[in-house]
Structures are given as C-alpha cells and as structure tokens.
C-alpha cells in the first residue's frame, strides 16, 4: 500500500464503539491533548496506520486536525490505548501511579485525573470520570454563580453612581430654572418693546404701502403711455420692412432678368461657336490640360483604361467642399503624402485602392475633374480600375509625382479653380504661386472619413 500524501491534513476516521462512556468535553479535550502530545514517543510499528499520519503533524497541529482520529483509535483500540496510556502515565509520575491504582488526589485536578483514568482504566475509572464531569459542573455553576454576582455588584455599583449623577443634574436643573425664570422675565420686558417697534414699524409700512400704491398708478398709466407708442412704432416698422420686402423683390426681378439675358446671351455665342467650328473643320476639343500633361509627363497602367464603375455618393461639409463647389474645380491629389498619413498601416496596394475608391465618390458626388498622382508606375502591379470621373497618374521613372503635380497646375488656364491635395510644404507654396488652393492631408482624410 503506498504511503499517504504529506499535504493531506484530514486523517481517516475510525468508529468509536458505541459503549464508550460520555465524556464531558473538558475532559475529552485533556484525552486528545495528552494522547497527541504522546504520540510520537511511540515506535513506530506501535502506531495505528490510522495514525501514524498523524503522528507525522507538527506539535501545535497534531490535536487540532488529528484529534478526532485519536479518540476515535483510543476508544476502539483497547492495545494502543494501553500503551499510549502506559507513556502517559509513567509521565505523570505520582498522579499517575495513584490513578492507576484507582485512587484520586484532593489536591489534583479532577480533568487530569479523569483523562488519566481513561487511559489506565483501573476498575473506578468510570466513577473517576462521573467525579470529573460533577466537578466541572460544579466548577461551571459556581462560575455563574460568581459571574451573577458580579453582575448584580455592578449593577449595584452603576445604580450608586447614576443616584449621585441624577442628584448632581436634579442641583444643576435647579439653578439654570431660577436661571431661566430671571431671563424669562428679561424676555418679557423686551417682548413689550418689542411690540411697540412693531406697532411703530407697521404704521410706518402703512404710510410706505400708500406711497407705494400712488407710484405704481403712476408707472402704470406711464407704462400704458409708452406701450402705446412702441405699438405706434411697430407700425411703422412693419410698413418700412414692407417696403423694404418689395424694393428686394423688385431688385430679385431685375437680377433674374439680367441673368436670363446673360444666360441667352452666352447661349447664342455657344451656338454661334459651334456653327463656326462646324464651317471651320476644326477638331473636337474633347481633352481637358491635364490629359495633356498625363500624355506627355506621366504613365497610364493599361488597367485604368476599363469599365469605371461609380462610386457612393458622400455629403460632407467644410472649406474642401466649398471649393470643390467652384464652377470646374479640377482637385489634384498627391496620392501618397495622403495614403501614408492615414492609412500608412496598410501596404502600398491597399493604400491606393482605398485612396482612389473615396475619390471616387467625391467626383461622383461634385462633378468634378479629379486627378490622383503616384510616384513611379514600374513599382505597380495589378492596379484595379478607377471609378469614373478619376484620373490615376504615375511619374515617370526619375521624376515624382511632386514634379507631375505642378506641371498639371501649369497646364491649367489661368482662373480655373484648382485644389491641390498635399502636406508637403514645397508642393504647397509651389502651386499656390500658380494661383491653385493648397490644403492639407487632412482635410481630404476627414472627408473621406465620413464616406
């Protein structure tokens, strides 16, 4: 059989015979203590198995956990409870040879001796246990007894000191009732004065109460007075605004009529332009500058050439849509300077789809001419078709796409609306002497943000 684990502190249990005496708990406690502290003085093929787990137990905890196990062994082990008993008793040398004779000491203590007649169980063991349990009892009620009297001598103590309190406070009430009486008549004498300023004060308040009534018929007929004439001015007002309502209108008409005759105007040259285009065979001019520039300056992937789906629609507020709302506004993206800055955790591939995605919607949201500019097209593979409406540049090898990005501002008519996409100050302050809005990164990523 193997041994038992050390960490195991319960030991097994073993049945106490059903004929064991009851022992008052004093004396099983003294039983337990006395067999633990024995234990190890044993040899070892002595111990129960039960036990010798126990036997192991460090002193202070052997009677604690072990304690129920050894009794149980002390009862139903008559063998091991006469060795353990025998080690016990030669310790306790004269008391315990006078035990184990049956005899009991006056001068010893009736749970030791009882503990030891357990363990020698001499023929007067049980009427030395029955002695022991009426001599705690005896101790317990005379315990009680002495707590009851102490109890009773402080109650009487306390009920002493709370007469000496009471008639000290019944003094003390005594002088502050003459105290009160002499301020109660202090109190009576200034509640007359009192009264008096009162009497005074209200008579006062009457006079103030009908000077107040004459003013307010005064404010009040002054009030009525100058409602009257914020009425009368009112009036006016609403005549003035009236005519003002009507000189607007008629300056609303007048504009609308310049502007139908402008619009004819502008019309019947456009017609008149194309009649003379027609007669003169030119060419149609279907190309806007920057496809020029791209043509000459910039590589076009032959994948950018395919179906252009359209993208969603976006709507959101802020100085780039305000100049995106410029008549032909042409926005021109430095696509990386963009994509590192808000999506520089996504490769190369992802970045420009993204880019070009929102970009896409913001053409197809505004109408406008949208340009997107890369560096070096050799570096792109697989590139995905552009939504309508954008147009996706890369430079050519040993340009970049800051030199593309002015080139497209230069090609551009003077008095075109340009915005140019880039946080690269140079770029910046390059196209804004072109007469083009530069702005920031940002910008475009916030707008995107809300695609």
């Not at 010798?52 to 009794?71: D, W």
């Amino acid at each position: 059989m193997s041994a038992p684990h050390e960490s195991d502190d319960r030991p097994e249990e073993v049945a106490a015979p059903l004929d064991e005496p009851s022992l008052p708990e004093a004396v099983r406690q003294r039983i337990t203590t006395l067999a633990a502290a024995a234990l190890p003085g044993l040899p070892g093929e002595e111990v129960p198995v039960a036990l010798r787990r126990v036997a192991r137990f460090a002193p202070n905890r052997r009677a604690r956990l072990g304690g129920q196990a050894i009794a149980a062994q002390l009862a139903a082990d008559p063998l091991f409870r006469q060795r353990l008993g025998g080690k016990i008793l030669t310790d306790a040398g004269d008391l315990g040879e006078a035990v184990a004779a049956g005899l009991a000491p006056a001068a010893a203590d009736p749970v030791e001796v009882a503990a030891l007649a357990y363990l020698a169980r001499p023929e007067s063991w049980l009427t030395l246990i029955e002695a022991a349990g009426e001599s705690v009892r005896a101790e317990a009620d005379s315990a009680a007894v002495a707590s009851q009297i102490r109890e009773a001598e402080q109650r009487a103590a306390r009920a002493e000191h709370d007469r000496a309190v009471a008639k000290v406070e019944a003094d003390k009430l005594r002088d502050e009732l003459a105290r009160v009486r002499e301020e109660l008549g202090q109190v009576r004498e200034e509640a007359r004065s009192a009264a008096r300023a009162l009497r005074e004060t209200q008579a006062a308040h009457k006079r103030a109460t009908d000077l107040v009534a004459t003013e307010k018929g005064r404010a009040a007929k002054a009030a009525a007075e100058h409602d009257a004439e914020v009425r009368r001015m009112k009036a006016r007002l609403a005549e003035a605004e009236a005519q003002a309502a009507s000189g607007k209108q008629t300056v609303k008409d007048a504009r609308a009529a310049g502007d139908a005759r402008l619009w004819l105007l502008l019309e019947t040259i456009g017609q008149a332009a194309t009649g003379l285009r027609r007669e003169l065979a030119l060419g149609p001019q279907d190309k806007l500058p920057a496809d020029f520039v791209a043509d000459h300056a910039a590589d076009r992937p032959a994948a950018l050439e395919r179906s252009r789906p359209r993208a969603q629609d976006t709507d959101d507020p802020g100085r780039l849509d305000q100049l995106l709302a410029l008549p032909r506004a042409h926005l021109i993206v430095d696509g990386y300077n963009v994509t590192k800055r808000g999506f520089a955790e996504m490769s190369l591939e992802q970045q420009r789809k993204r880019l070009i995605t929102g970009l896409g919607g913001i053409a197809a949201q505004t109408g406008d001419e949208v340009t997107v500019v890369f560096d070096g097209a050799e570096r792109v593979h697989g590139l995905p078709p552009a939504p309508r409406g954008v147009r996706v540049l890369f430079s050519h090898k040993g340009d970049t796409a800051d030199e593309l990005i002015r080139q497209l501002v230069r090609a551009e008519p003077a008095g075109r609306p340009l915005v140019v996409i880039s946080s690269d100050r140079e770029v910046a302050d390059g196209v804004r002497r072109h007469g083009a809005y530069p702005m920031g990164a940002d910008s475009l990523l916030r707008r995107l943000s809300r695609t």
